[in-house]
């Protein structure tokens, strides 16, 4: 399914000028396209190829092409039929292009909805869940270390962190992706609080893209995770090996909301002698705080790490 953005026209550009202007056809105005005039003869870049008298009525160097661009862009591309296919707009990739996210995408912040639990935590007429206040995405499939994968009909998948990793770590400071082609575990490491901290997706993933705009602007993985913050695309390969059970639909909800108190239980146990200014970070009865992570040690950043988001997690499940 390609993006309903997308658009096609017909342009004409010169095949021998040093640089390729493209004119949409229906848009030709002869007194600044003069290529399909008899007034072409006066181009210098036509007369230099030219050799004798040419009587054509246009020139011979112009030529016409179907092209597709985005409607929604602010700078028009135009892309060659040729390379359409090559091109995330074809497919369902669009549905993570930021151009399309800010404007149809439900998953969007823009655009969602606040959702009321069912008695049992999972309606499937809804397209997200809340579960203490953590968004989740009903279409998502997620690991028990917290990442997520959306596979969608024709195939191709995208793959993130969860709003609970983002809640609990907070704003982070870089993004480096450490797979980046090929067969493997997806993994990128989050910097937080000048700590590193690796991400791994726990089943095995053919690899054909990242999101490489996070390297500029790692904020937007906590700001859209299920969106621009998305982290690798590609595809599950035909024959992977074993890996950890992901979670869907009423077990992804009743998992989440275990998680959501295994974090106060283990904050109570086993970080209530962290202070902050000389005050206890939890009393006992609260609740953890958003950016957990910025209130905490190095070695209790990544006790934290190991015990919710580590790959060990879902191995181990």
């Not at 998953?107 to 639990?117: K, L």
């Not at 969608?152 to 962190?161: F, T």
């Not at 239980?265 to 209530?272: G, K, S």
């Amino acid at each position: 399914m390609k993006c309903p953005f997308l658009k096609e026209t017909r342009v004409k550009f010169c095949r021998v000028s040093p640089v390729k202007k493209m004119i949409v056809s229906d848009q030709g105005d002869a007194e600044v396209e003069k290529c399909s005039t008899p007034s072409w003869t006066s181009c210098p870049v036509a007369q230099q190829r030219i050799k004798g008298e040419e009587r054509h009525k246009q020139c011979p160097f112009l030529q016409e092409s179907f092209v597709q661009y985005c409607s929604l862009s602010s700078v028009t591309k135009f892309i060659p039929y040729n390379e359409a296919p090559f091109s995330r707009c074809s497919n369902t990739n669009h549905r993570y292009c930021e151009h399309y996210l800010s404007m149809e995408n439900p998953d969007s912040p823009a655009s969602i909805q606040p959702v009321t639990d069912t008695e049992d935590g999972a309606n499937d007429t809804v397209k997200e869940y809340h579960v203490d206040g953590i968004r989740m995405p009903r279409k998502l499939h997620y690991s028990h270390n917290h990442m997520w994968m959306d596979e969608s009909e024709d195939g191709l998948c995208h793959i993130g962190v969860d709003a609970f990793l983002t809640k609990v770590l907070g704003p982070v400071e870089e993004i480096s992706f450490i797979t980046t082609k090929g067969v493997g575990r997806p993994t990128a490491v989050l910097t937080v609080n000048g700590v590193d901290l690796e991400v791994v997706f726990p089943e095995q993933f053919l690899i054909t893209g990242m999101n490489s705009y996070l390297r500029a602007l790692p904020d937007k993985l906590s700001a859209d995770p299920y969106g621009a913050g998305w982290l690798f695309e590609g595809q599950k390969p035909k024959h992977p090996e074993n890996g950890a059970s992901l979670l869907k639909g009423r077990a992804a909800v009743q998992w989440m909301k275990l998680e959501t108190e295994r974090l106060t239980q283990f904050v109570h146990n086993e970080l209530q002698s962290s202070q902050l200014e000389g005050k206890i970070l939890m009393a006992d009865g609260g609740v953890c705080v958003d950016a957990l992570a910025a209130h905490l040690q190095r070695d209790e950043l990544l006790k934290l790490f190991h015990n919710f988001f580590s790959p060990y997690v879902s191995w181990r499940n």
